[in-house]
C-alpha cells in the first residue's frame, strides 16, 4: 500500500514578529503589505503582494522601527512611512487591554 500526501503530518505554520523576532500562529500576528510606500495593515490576510508579520503590540511595532525592521522585511529600498499602522497597532493594543480588563474577575474584598 502506498502512501499519499495526506498521510503526512500536518506542518504546524508559523511566521516571525519583525519586532520581537518569535514566532507564532498567524493568526495571532498582524499582516502588513506596502503599497506606494506606505506600510498598511492587512488584518484579513487578502491584500496582494510580499507581507510582514508584527504582533499588534506597540512594543513590538517600536521594537521594529528602531531597528528598521520595514524595509527589510519588505525588500525594498528608503524609508517607508509607519504612520497609519502605528495609529492602527495603538488602537488595536488599546482594545485588548480594555477586553482583558473585562473579562478579568473582580478581586474579592
Known sequence: MTETADARPEKLRERTCIGCRRRCSPTD???????????????????????????????????????????????????????????YVAQRDKQEAVQKAATRPSAAV
Open 29 to 87: 500576528l498582524l499582516r502588513m503589505t506596502v503599497s506606494e510606500g506606505l506600510v498598511l495593515p492587512d488584518p484579513d490576510r487578502r491584500a496582494p503582494g510580499r507581507g510582514a508579520h508584527l504582533h499588534p503590540a506597540i512594543e513590538c511595532f517600536e521594537l521594529a522601527v528602531r531597528r528598521k525592521a520595514f524595509p527589510r522585511a519588505f525588500k525594498v529600498q528608503g524609508p517607508l512611512d509607519v504612520t497609519g499602522l502605528r495609529e
